[in-house]
Structures are given as structure tokens and as C-alpha cells.
């Protein structure tokens, strides 16, 4: 069965204060591993999608990064409105289009 | 700039009345997906059409739950009869072979 973890459950930083939050997944085949985010009160928002060991995305101050059995989102100088619940998700070969997401880490920005 | 958008945003029902939620998908995706979210489960998928036919609906309490895809413009879950453990927030999200763009949710209270 796939399944996602994702470490820290709540973050809390500094404005500016670089950090990271983890997805660690166990996937049979991995076909994609995917990063939303979701502000309170809506739905999650697609920021990446990553394929393979190795590939980095960019976004504005986050950056997703992918090994063989985690990934990571780097956040850097992050600014209030980076607060919000970032989502993993991880799409198997043998679950067709299924997503199987992990609990989310709550990250807040102080000003 | 093409939505999901979901009816109604919020419902209150008392136990055993019957609940409808609609999805509209953007138009061109073809796969249709219906989750619900809670506290303490968070994200689960109930299941997912592709071209409006059923694939998956194995996360759905048969029991009481039903999803149909009139049209590929409407999407409905049905919960009947509801009961209080229901009461989460629902949401609807399309897409073509990977990404899924989510709607705004249904917020769902069962008393």
C-alpha cells in the first residue's frame, strides 16, 4: 500500500528564516510525486509535480526536490504570505490516477 | 482562468436527510475526482471517474454514498442517508493524465 509521511506536522519561522519540509513516501512505482498547497478554507493548489530521483522544480521561494524514497520543499527567505498546510502526494504505477497524500506540515511565517 | 467549481460551499443537514454536491469540472479534463477531508483523516480519496465512467470507488461507504457523472460538465456525490461522522469538508478536483486541480470544497455538518 503507498503511503506518504511528512515531518514536520507544524513549522514556525521567522520571516527570512530558510528551512525545510519533508515527504518521505514507500510507493510501489513511483509514476509522480506532487506538492500542493492549502490556505484555510480552500482547496489545495498545485505548485509541482516531480518524476523522477534527481529532478528539482523552482517556484518564487520554494524549490522541490526529489530522492528515491523522500522529497523535500525548500523554502527560502520566506515571507508571511508562505504561510499555509504544503501537501505531499504520490501517484503509483498501479494505481492508475490515484493520489495518496500525506498529512500536510502547517508552516507559519511571522512577520 | 478555468476553475473547478463545486455547489453548494456549505450545507448543514440533520441526520438521515439526503445531501447532493455538485462538481463542474474544467472543461477538457478527463478524469474527475471526489475526496473528503477531515481533521483527523485528512485527505481521502472516494473516487474517480475518467471519460465519466466509475474507476475507483473503493474508498466510498457504498452503503450510503453514491457518485455519478451525468455529463462530462456535472459530477454529483450523494450521501443518503447522512449521518454525523459525514460531516467533513468534500471536494471535487479534475484533471488529465497527472496533475489534479481542486474546487473550492463543500463544507459539510451533519448535527
Known amino acids: 500500500e503507498d503511503q506518504v509521511t511528512q515531518s514536520p506536522e507544524a513549522l514556525r519561522l521567522q520571516e527570512g528564516e530558510s528551512s525545510s519540509l519533508n515527504c518521505s513516501y514507500t510507493?510501489?512505482?513511483?509514476?509522480?510525486l506532487f506538492w500542493y498547497r492549502q490556505d484555510p478554507g480552500k482547496g489545495p493548489e498545485f505548485l509541482f509535480t516531480?518524476?523522477?530521483a534527481g529532478e528539482e522544480k523552482e517556484k518564487e521561494r520554494l524549490k522541490a526536490t526529489l530522492t528515491k524514497k523522500e522529497s523535500f520543499l525548500h523554502i527560502t527567505a520566506p515571507k508571511p504570505e508562505d504561510s499555509a498546510t504544503y501537501l505531499c502526494?504520490?501517484?503509483?504505477?498501479?494505481?492508475?490516477?490515484?493520489?495518496?497524500f500525506g498529512q500536510g506540515t502547517r508552516l507559519t511565517i511571522n512577520p | 482562468d478555468a476553475r473547478v467549481t463545486q455547489t453548494p460551499r456549505h450545507k448543514v443537514t440533520e441526520m438521515g436527510q439526503e445531501v447532493t454536491m455538485r462538481c463542474q469540472p474544467i472543461?477538457?479534463?478527463?478524469?474527475v475526482f471526489w475526496y473528503r477531508q477531515t481533521m483527523m483523516q485528512g485527505l481521502e480519496l472516494l473516487a474517480y471517474?475518467?471519460?465519466?465512467?466509475?474507476?475507483?470507488d473503493s474508498g466510498m461507504p457504498k452503503d450510503r454514498f453514491s457518485a455519478e457523472m451525468p455529463d462530462a460538465t456535472l459530477a454529483t456525490l450523494k450521501i443518503q442517508p447522512s449521518e454525523p461522522r459525514d460531516s467533513a469538508v468534500y471536494f471535487c478536483?479534475?484533471?488529465?493524465?497527472?496533475?489534479?486541480?481542486f474546487g473550492p470544497g463543500t463544507r459539510l455538518t451533519v448535527l
Open positions: 478536483a479534475s484533471g488529465g493524465d497527472s496533475e489534479q486541480f
Open positions: 510507493v510501489s512505482g513511483l509514476r509522480g
Open positions: 516531480l518524476y523522477s
Open positions: 502526494a504520490v501517484q503509483g504505477i498501479q494505481g492508475a490516477q490515484k493520489l495518496v
Open positions: 472543461l477538457g479534463h478527463n478524469t
Open positions: 471517474f475518467r471519460n465519466r465512467a466509475p474507476l475507483d
